[in-house]
């Protein structure tokens, strides 16, 4: 086991640093000429782009980084995005019409839940898409069609470079369905030309694992920790708690920036850590002001954003921790923001003396309902 994770000394440090690789091998030979080849989608995209929707189903992390796709399907596609949580569309049994197109997330692709639901969709005949890293698994032989992720073997079971490959797997299936728009050309160079260098930013902000081992050891004794994002974001706000939750064995809540007056607030005071992810998108002014309104109740703010904007995200007067990150196209901004997260996350479970790799009471892959 130990030659397995190299000069590492657990899995999940190892996966959260391999992430520069992995991010390589999930877009391997798939851009070419300007555009995105997906194999495993071709001869599926003009019926998708047909469809009257997208609904995402997934459990967990994988329905965490469809969260994290809805906002630019939606942009480059055109088509509404709806989510799913595999067991709650289940205990619904939630509207799906042949007309839809299901794209199903799952790192293992043998979640019971998330295979219910699949059998669930195919049964009303909607057309279902897998992005999975396991080829030969059940999702990936029972969907219509798909997308490999191959991050490569996921040991650790909390997830973290398969979710940051899901995130990018899912930007070429949205750039290869969007495709025959000329309207979001120019919008599409960009976004490419990002994942072209989407690798060498994420080793750029691994480098801040220092940091992330100091501000762990500065909330190791905290109960409680919100992680607070909106847009593009929303998702690793979701993701970065999550991280904490499981492994760290801490309470932890991602919540919506803009539902943080609708209750949240009461919560607010000197004690209690918060994460504010501020990094520069369409969202950054709405950000700065909830920064504001946390500052003037006293919190205790972390905030998260683009390298160069400490000053704009926390003027002289307020008291925060800033983790300044590099900045990459809005839509491929989640792929960054949720490393520091998931290095703040491993450092506080080792200070916290906690199980890495096998959490208490959580399974690599839920084959159960
Ligand atoms: C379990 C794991 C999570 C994972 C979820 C979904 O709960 O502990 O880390 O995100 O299952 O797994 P999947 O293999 O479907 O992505």
Avoid: W
């Amino acid at each position: 086991e130990q030659i397995k994770k190299g000069s590492y000394d657990h899995f999940m440090q190892k996966e959260i640093h391999e992430q520069p690789h992995s991010l390589k091998t999930t877009m391997r030979g798939r851009l070419k000429d300007g555009g995105v080849v997906l194999g495993g989608l071709k001869e599926y995209l003009k019926t998708i782009r047909r469809c009257r929707r997208v609904v995402f189903i997934g459990c967990g992390t994988s329905y965490n980084a469809a969260l994290a796709a809805r906002p630019f399907v939606e942009e480059l596609t055109g088509i509404p995005v709806t989510m799913e949580v595999a067991s709650d569309l289940l205990d619904r049994q939630g509207p799906i019409y042949r007309e839809d197109t299901a794209v199903f997330v799952s790192q293992s692709g043998e979640t019971a839940d998330t295979l219910l639901a699949l059998d669930y969709a195919l049964e009303n005949g909607a057309l279902c898409v897998g992005i999975t890293n396991t080829v030969g698994s059940t999702l990936s032989r029972k969907t219509h069609c798909g997308v490999h992720i191959n991050a490569g073997c996921e040991i650790g079971v909390a997830s973290t470079k398969a979710y940051t490959s899901q995130i990018v797997a899912m930007a070429m299936m949205a750039l290869a369905i969007g495709s025959d728009q000329i309207s979001t050309q120019a919008r599409r160079d960009s976004i490419i030309s990002g994942l072209n260098n989407l690798s060498s930013n994420v080793s750029e902000v691994l480098k801040l694992d220092a940091g992330m081992k100091e501000l762990a050891s500065s909330l190791i004794d905290s109960e409680s920790l919100l992680v607070f994002g909106r847009g593009y974001n929303y998702a690793t706000a979701l993701e970065g708690a999550l991280k904490v939750k499981e492994v760290a064995l801490m309470h932890s809540e991602g919540m919506l920036a803009g539902e943080m007056k609708h209750g949240p607030l009461a919560l607010v005071d000197e004690n209690l850590p918060i994460i504010v992810i501020a990094t520069r998108d369409a969202c950054f002014s709405k950000q700065q002001s909830v920064i504001q309104q946390l500052l003037s109740r006293r919190g205790r703010l972390i905030v998260m954003c683009s390298r160069g904007d400490a000053a704009a995200v926390c003027p002289s007067g307020g008291s925060c921790r800033v983790i300044e990150v590099p900045q990459v196209a809005d839509c491929l901004q989640p792929v960054i923001n949720i490393i520091p997260l998931q290095l703040l996350a491993y450092h506080l479970t080792v200070l916290r003396g906690f199980d890495v790799d096998q959490p208490r009471n959580l399974a690599k892959s839920v084959t159960t309902q």
